[in-house]
C-alpha cells in the first residue's frame, strides 16, 4: 500500500517563476492537506481539500497560491511569482475521512527560489 | 500564533538513556498528538491521546497528558540512535480537525 507521494521532491525556481507541487494521497484517502515548514520550525497549515472541494483555506496567503484537488489525478499546490520568501518545505498530508485526526505524511517539496 | 510548544528545543543523551520531552499548549484541546521527523522526511504519526485520556503507551513510548496543567509529556526509553529525529506535538481544539503544530525538540541520541 503506497503512502502518500510527493513531486518533485525538491524544485527550485527563479523569482517570478511558477511553482507547482503534487500530492498524490494514499489509496482510499479523499482528504488532503497542505502544510509549510521553515527551517527550525513546525509545520504551518494551508489548506484542506477533498475531491473538487476547498474545505479550510484559512492558512493559505492571500495573493499568489492557490490548491486544487481534481476528481482524477493528484493535488496540486500552485505558486505564482515566486518571492524568495516562499523557500521551504511543503507537505502533504492524507487522511481517511473528516473525522480521522491521524494524517498520514508525505515526504515533502523542498522549494528554493533563487 | 503556535499552540504547543515543545520543550526542551534541543535534547542530547546517550543510547540507552531514557529522553522526556514536554508540550505545553494554551487553550482547551480535543485531542494531543506527537510526531516524529527524521531529517530530510516527513512526519511520521506516534501517538494520539484524547482529552478525556491521562496516559497511553506504545513501545518503548509513553504519552501524558494533564490537562489541568495544559501540558502532554513523551518519554522514549532505553533510547537507540535510530530514535535521533525532532519531536513534534500537535493540538486540535474547538471544532477544528486540523492539528496546530509546535516548533519541535530536536533528539539527538548518541551510540
Known amino acids: 500500500n503506497a503512502g502518500v507521494m510527493q513531486n518533485p521532491r525538491h524544485l527550485v525556481r527563479r523569482r517570478g517563476q511558477e511553482a507547482r507541487l503534487r500530492c498524490s494521497p494514499m489509496?482510499?484517502?479523499?482528504?488532503v492537506y497542505w502544510y509549510r515548514q521553515l527551517p527550525e520550525e513546525g509545520l504551518k497549515f494551508m489548506v484542506y481539500?477533498?475531491?473538487?472541494?476547498?474545505?479550510?483555506e484559512s492558512g493559505m496567503p492571500k495573493e499568489r497560491f492557490s490548491a486544487e484537488f481534481p476528481k482524477e489525478g493528484p493535488s496540486i499546490l500552485r505558486i505564482q511569482q515566486v518571492v524568495r520568501g516562499d523557500s521551504a518545505a511543503y507537505f502533504c498530508a492524507s487522511s481517511p475521512d473528516r473525522g480521522a485526526y491521524e494524517q498520514y505524511f508525505g515526504p515533502g517539496t523542498r522549494l528554493t527560489v533563487t | 500564533s503556535q499552540q504547543g510548544e515543545e520543550d526542551p528545543q534541543a535534547l542530547s543523551i546517550q543510547e540507552g538513556e531514557n529522553a522526556t520531552m514536554n508540550c505545553s499548549y494554551k487553550?482547551?484541546?480535543?485531542?494531543l498528538q506527537w510526531y516524529r521527523q527524521n531529517s530530510g522526511r516527513g512526519l511520521v504519526h506516534l501517538i494520539l491521546?484524547?482529552?478525556?485520556?491521562r496516559e497511553k503507551h506504545s513501545g518503548r513510548l509513553r504519552v501524558t497528558l494533564d490537562t489541568s496543567k495544559k501540558s502532554s509529556s513523551l518519554l522514549i526509553t532505553a533510547s537507540r540512535a535510530a530514535d535521533t529525529a525532532s519531536y513534534f506535538c500537535a493540538t486540535d481544539s474547538g471544532g477544528s480537525y486540523i492539528p496546530t503544530f509546535g516548533r519541535g525538540t530536536s533528539l539527538i541520541v548518541h551510540p
Open positions: 481539500l477533498q475531491k473538487e472541494n476547498i474545505i479550510d
Open positions: 487553550t482547551s484541546i480535543n485531542n
Open positions: 489509496k482510499g484517502h479523499s482528504h
Open positions: 491521546i484524547r482529552s478525556n485520556e
